[in-house]
């Protein structure tokens, strides 16, 4: 029997989401998980699968239907999984953990367009936007789960959805030198973050690899698009992420290449 399959793209938090969940449940190993080069066109085979679409990730199943939506398919692999529940079953906090995960657009909206932002004159109207992304999470989990640190007893649904995120956004402390203050109206989305970031089940990467392979993004060139003068996207498969040297921090100065890349 075919397993299900999982087409991927490396360090995408979407796609981070999926892992998370299956890590959770111990079920990562029951499914295939197939990468795809972000840095190259979507291959004939993927299109003809998901009919032209090229976000990712998508899922096909093991009788070979095709699921797209990173929260949909989560809520598939919960269906198929349902031991181990990672969403509430009761049903009021089922609505609870849903009301906060229809917050993840706005939040992560903003620190996307910040990273890829080339006009420093806007750096602190978006620091501003961020700041108040935040404190709305964490005036939800006052009012929600004001003792903490996660939405409910354990990490679950909405840490599986938000934590991705809270890991990318490693990229806005090294090219925009953003923090999180230390002030009160940060101070429960702060023990959230803190909570998510050490629990066991979002290992799957790292500042370094998050800070290296997003280094076009912060030059405003998104999806392994190429930038005037190189030759190779920092998103490339190749070399390993690990055999690079750190980027430059200085994204509105300075225009890295391809040797100081290390591709």
């Known amino acids: 029997m075919n397993k299900p399959t999982i087409y991927h793209i490396p360090v995408c938090p979407f796609c981070q989401r999926l892992d998370i969940l299956l890590t959770l449940k111990g079920r990562y ?28 990730p998508v899922l096909e199943t093991a009788g070979g239907h095709i699921i797209k939506e990173s929260l ?11 031991e181990r529940p990672v969403a509430q079953r009761d049903p009021y906090r089922h609505a609870v953990e849903n009301m906060l995960t229809r917050m993840d657009t706005s939040f992560f909206s903003p620190g996307f367009g910040w990273l890829m932002n080339q006009d420093p004159t806007r750096r602190e109207a978006l ?5 108040n992304q935040y404190a709305q999470l964490n005036d939800f989990l006052l009012e929600h789960a004001p003792s903490g640190p996660f939405l409910f007893e354990e990490f679950g649904w909405a840490e599986a959805v938000f934590t991705p995120f809270f890991e990318r956004f490693w990229f806005l402390e090294y090219y925009e030198d953003f923090t ?30 998050v800070v290296k392979l997003y280094y076009d993004y912060s030059k405003g060139a998104g999806n392994g698009a190429l930038l005037p003068g190189r030759m190779k996207s920092s ?9 690079r040297p750190w980027p430059p921090r200085n994204k509105y100065e300075h225009n890295a290449t391809d ?3 290390g591709l």
């Open 29 to 56: 190993d029951e499914i295939a998980h197939q990468v795809i080069d972000i840095t190259q066109p979507r291959p004939d085979w993927l299109l003809q699968k998901t009919r032209g679409t090229t976000a990712l």
């Open 72 to 82: 949909v398919i989560l809520q598939y692999l919960e269906d198929i999984y349902p």
């Open 127 to 131: 620091r501003e936007d961020m700041l």
């Open 180 to 209: 999180l203050p230390d002030e009160a109206r940060y101070a429960r989305i702060r023990e959230w973050i803190d909570a998510c970031l050490s629990h066991p089940a979002v290992q799957q990467t790292s500042r370094e690899e």
């Open 235 to 243: 998103m490339s498969l190749t070399p390993d992420w690990r055999a």
């Open 259 to 261: 040797a100081e890349l």
